[in-house]
Nanobody, 122 residues
């Protein structure tokens, strides 16, 4: 029905930057919001950032405020996460989340990408 495809992860030194992308495709009626979560080894998945699709309102976890910026391209159904001043504790698998209404049901559902690894290490 819906596919979320992430890209942009990798290995970066502390203080460096990465930009993640997530493109949504499929039989989408509308997107309400998209965001990013992350999961470090041995820890639960946690919220990172979210953006509303119509108004562009943004929300961030306290741990990333001032360092990460979420943005969107409505025409491409794509969300981005610009990550600056990266720290070793940012190391995790980053998952894209989309809250959208699909054509098949016209019900709001959450969809997830496959995840992309971000490793911050010297």
């Amino acid at each position: 029905q819906v596919q979320l495809v992430e890209s942009g992860g990798g290995l970066v030194q502390p203080g460096g930057s990465l930009r993640l992308s997530c493109a949504a495709s499929g039989r989408i009626f509308s997107i309400n919001a998209m965001g990013w979560y992350r999961q470090a080894p041995g820890k639960e998945r946690e919220f990172v950032a979210r953006i509303s699709w119509s108004g562009g309102n943004t929300y961030y976890a306290d741990s990333v405020k001032g360092r990460f910026t979420i943005s969107r391209d409505n025409a491409k159904n794509t969300v981005y996460l610009q990550m600056n001043s990266l720290k070793p504790e940012d190391t995790a698998v980053y998952y894209c989340n989309g809250r959208m209404i699909v054509v098949a049901s016209y019900l709001e559902s959450d969809f997830w990408g496959q995840g992309t690894q971000v490793t911050v290490s010297s």
